[in-house]
């Protein structure tokens, strides 16, 4: 076991919820703060729901799931939260300012020898490097959803990250069981969101522009065998998430389509309080989403026909 025993998780979202539950799995003692103490329910109903997956899908005994409870605590107090942290992951809303005013608060309270890893999913540490009063020991370690599943970590460093504090991190990612992907210069998107974010982009358009509806945009994709779909991504991912994207990304290259899509994500989910997996409703109803079911991608019977039709030419 490294020195980096102890983490906390800046940020108890869908990702944030999941690199906590998993490193507390692999018996790191975790400390999760959020500003919101809703937020913090949400994330312990969240982890329930990860310890009956854990013996399902890992099988998990029993005694596995009371020490990874036992090793993870909750706070809305920042100075609590990283007192004793050996390591901060920094899981907050993928909107740069945000990130900006959490660094800053944050320097003030850490240790000296505490790291610092963003796992934004976009944007580089050289963004906030300077934010952190530590640029030396912060660089990028970011994860995917699922965590349990699609168990890799990227890796990027700024200019001033030392060898140090990213030979540390890379030991820490082993440690929790994920696979270290190199990236081996700063990239917006790192690699897994330089192919994913245009994909689901993509996608989303062709449901904000009324051109395909989100289950037959998600049959065209699991046809290749994939355990879910576009639309079904942007429900794992989260709707905060994916619209803080969308809406960043599609001011900052004034992509039109891109800031109507997240628009669009504002309008019919957000702003009806769905976030996706987390609050059980996105673009599929949750835990039953309908492209889990044995007939998603059945044959339709010949009596679907005239629905089609009317689907493509209205009567």
């Known amino acids: 076991m490294s020195r980096l025993s102890r983490l906390t998780v800046l940020g108890s979202g869908v990702l944030g919820g999941q690199i906590a539950w998993h490193s507390a799995f692999k018996g790191k003692t975790v400390v999760v703060y959020d500003i919101d103490e809703s937020a913090i329910e949400r994330c312990r109903a969240a982890h329930e729901e990860y310890a009956r ?3 399902s899908a890992l099988a998990a005994s029993d005694a596995d799931i009371s020490a990874t409870r036992l090793r993870l605590s909750f706070t809305t107090d920042l100075a609590v939260a990283v007192g004793d942290a050996g390591i901060v992951i920094e899981a907050v809303p993928e909107v740069p300012h ?11 309270l850490l240790p000296a020898d505490t790291i610092v890893a963003t796992n934004s999913s976009t944007l580089l540490p050289s963004d906030f490097a300077a934010d952190t009063g530590r640029p030396d020991k912060f660089c990028a370690l970011h994860f995917a959803t699922t965590i349990w599943a699609m168990n890799f970590a990227e890796l990027m460093v700024h200019p001033g990250t030392s060898r140090e504090t990213l030979t540390a991190v890379t ?23 330089t192919w994913l974010v245009p994909l689901l982009n993509a996608a989303q358009t062709l449901v904000t522009n ?9 049959r065209t994709y699991l046809f290749n065998g994939a355990r879910f779909g576009p639309m079904g991504m942007f429900d794992l991912i989260g709707m905060k998430t994916a619209h803080d994207v969308l809406a960043y990304w599609g001011t ?37 989403p309908a492209y889990q079911r044995s007939d998603f991608l059945s044959v339709p019977d010949i009596t679907a026909v005239p629905e089609i039709v009317s689907l493509i030419l209205p009567a």
Request: charged share 25%; net charge negative; proline share 5%.
């Open 98 to 108: 945000i990130k900006s005013a959490v660094y800053k608060e944050l320097a003030d």
């Open 53 to 55: 997956v854990y013996q």
């Open 252 to 288: 900052k290259t004034k992509d039109a389509q891109m800031s109507a899509n997240a628009a669009y994500i504002k309008e019919v989910f957000l702003d009806k309080g769905h976030l996706g997996v987390q609050t059980g409703r996105g673009y599929y109803e949750y835990p039953d």
């Open 210 to 218: 009324g051109i395909a509806t989100p289950e037959d945009v998600d």
């Open 171 to 193: 030991e820490f990612a082993v440690e929790i069981g994920m696979v270290p992907i190199p990236v081996r210069k700063e990239q917006n998107g790192y690699v897994v969101n």
